[in-house]
């Protein structure tokens, strides 16, 4: 047992409240002196926005390339045995792939790709690892939704994540349309946490990743987040465009009925002194590794 304060309680009692967040949304260094660091006027979107949009850092032929390693991944059925692919609730098509290292030296090398760990570390700092990867697949017509979340609320409860020192970059693997099932964001949602109610049962994540249940906001908080003239903000982009988001960024997406797939590859990075505190904060244990990461080794860029 540790005695590390908890100073982001949710799952505690049976009532939802909204905190302040009482970190810095930036914690790494502003003149990284790299060609792919964000500049000035982009770290400052990021930390009012809690999220920014980069286009064109990969060509065309890149995309293809891991558009179709994905494809592989999904066709090769003696894959899908693995804990680490999810499919829908109510049928087998593959919704998630995690821990993408495991199967793929394309997305491993991807996950230390310069064009994400330098803004990955001048976000969090200069030693972030790998918590979590993972594309999410929504074909055409049959793509399912993610309801409304914060990230960091589950990484927090139930992998004992102590700060938002983490951040999750990706990249759209397909264009993401306001018509196939795009993320939606609420801008600024990421300076304030909701403490959200229950409790969590055992092996939650078999439920939460096909359709989370807990750790999700009510009406009335997505009220109190767009009340002063906030709005839900669609990510489209053209294939290969890049987007970081804040790891408590109020975000979800709808289903996609569309005749056009949506795919987005996610690499989770996180401080190295923000490793998982175990038990986490709101559940009995962690959960397993492929996705609450426990090896903290810094990445090296490539
Ligand atoms: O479980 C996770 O780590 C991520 N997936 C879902 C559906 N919600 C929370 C978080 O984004
Ligand atoms: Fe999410």
Not at 8 to 28: A, H, L, M, N, T
Not at 176 to 198: D, R, W
Not at 227 to 234: A, C, N
């Amino acid at each position: 047992m540790h005695n590390i304060i908890d100073k982001y309680p949710s799952r505690k009692s049976q009532q939802e409240q909204i905190i302040p967040r009482v970190d810095p949304v930036i914690f790494g260094k502003s003149d990284h002196g790299d060609p792919y660091a964000l500049s000035p006027q982009q770290l400052q979107h990021f930390e009012r926005e809690g999220f920014i949009v980069l286009q064109d850092l990969f060509s065309p032929e890149e995309v293809e390339k891991l558009k179709s390693e994905c494809d592989r991944l999904v066709a090769d059925e003696t894959l899908h045995e693995n804990e680490e692919f999810v499919t829908e609730e109510h049928s087998k098509i593959v919704r998630s792939i995690f821990d993408l290292p495991k199967f793929s030296g394309v997305f491993d090398k991807l996950s230390r790709d310069r064009r994400f760990l330098t803004v990955a570390r001048q976000l969090i700092g200069e030693q972030v690892y790998l918590h979590q990867s993972r594309i999410n697949i929504k074909p055409a017509l049959d793509g399912k939704s993610f309801p409304w979340h914060s990230d960091f609320e589950t990484w927090h409860t139930e992998d004992g994540l102590s700060s938002p020192k983490v951040v999750t970059g990706w990249i759209m693997l397909t264009e993401n349309t306001p018509y196939n099932g795009p993320l939606f964001v609420i801008p600024k949602s990421h300076k304030k946490y909701v403490s959200c109610p229950g409790t969590t049962p055992e092996n939650n994540h078999k439920q939460s990743l096909k359709n989370q249940k807990l750790g999700t906001p009510s009406l009335y908080a997505l009220e109190e987040f767009t009340k002063d003239g906030e709005e839900v903000i669609g990510v489209y982009g053209k294939p290969g465009t890049v987007v970081f988001h804040e790891c408590n960024i109020m975000h979800g997406s709808p289903d996609n009925i569309s005749p056009w797939p949506r795919t987005n590859c996610f690499f989770v990075y996180n401080s190295c002194d923000n490793a998982p505190v175990n038990p986490p904060f709101g559940a009995k244990k962690l959960r397993p590794k492929f996705l609450c990461n426990t090896d903290t080794t810094p990445l090296r860029p490539l």
